[in-house]
């Protein structure tokens, strides 16, 4: 089973509150990427990182910004949480080639009041 | 753009049948394609991986194969159970790209 941890499991949280959703792997893995999830829909790519130092915005436009000071660390923040933010927050890992599997954490459902 | 569907959206069955899910996508130059499963709530579980260069691969009930020429894949549940019930996704990735998430199939398997 992978080893990828997401914090908090679930957020309730006011308009206008910074908020940090944690993603932590133990795999040594490269790669790490964030998706957004509305309930019953598609996977969309909001950020992703090829290492240290490296990120990247993905397919779907976002207002949170993502940092990787770490391997193993890949948090995402939004400095100013609104009503459109409410969705699930998926983080997922792969080894530096494509030729590996996609590991996913359980996710954080963010819902912002 | 690589563009991914699946059909059905959902699906029934009664348990015991053989089931097929079906993924299509649009650039058949395609790396690899992944099958998922998604419990409600929950992340994603990889359940196999086909390279390009591999017609299927196979893992307990489950069977994936993948025809790069006509842009498909399908996998092959044999013998469901009630167990199985939970949205399969497909998701496709081209040389030098990202993967590329299909809508799923929500699959209901009744006791």
């Known amino acids: 089973e992978a080893d990828i941890y997401q914090t908090p499991r679930y957020l309730v949280i006011g308009t206008g509150k910074k908020i940090t959703l944690e993603c932590s792997q133990t795999m040594g893995h490269d790669k790490m990427y964030w998706y957004q999830q509305d309930p019953g829909m598609e996977l969309h790519l909001i950020h992703y990182s090829y290492g240290v130092n490296s990120t990247e915005k993905g397919d779907l436009s976002s207002e949170s910004t993502v940092s990787r000071i770490r391997t193993e660390h890949f948090p995402l923040t939004l400095e100013s949480a609104r009503p459109s933010h409410t969705s699930q927050y998926l983080c997922?890992?792969?080894?530096?080639?494509?030729?590996?599997?996609?590991?996913f954490g359980n996710g954080t459902r963010l819902t912002v009041t | 753009k690589q563009e991914v569907t699946q059909i059905p959206a959902a699906l029934s069955v009664p348990e015991g049948e053989n089931l097929v899910l079906n993924c299509s996508f649009t650039?058949?130059?395609?790396?690899?394609l992944q099958w998922f499963r998604q419990d409600p709530g929950k992340g994603l579980t990889s359940l196999l991986l086909i390279q390009s260069s591999q017609r299927e691969q196979t893992s307990g009930r489950l069977n994936a194969s993948l025809d790069k020429s006509s842009g498909r894949s399908t996998l092959y549940i044999a013998a469901s159970q009630p167990g199985d019930s939970a949205t399969y996704l497909c998701a496709v990735r081209n040389y030098g790209q990202n993967f590329v998430f299909g809508p799923g199939t929500r699959l209901s398997v009744l006791p």
């Open positions: 997922a890992s792969s080894e530096w080639t494509d030729r590996t599997v996609l590991h």
């Open positions: 650039d058949s130059a395609i790396y690899n």
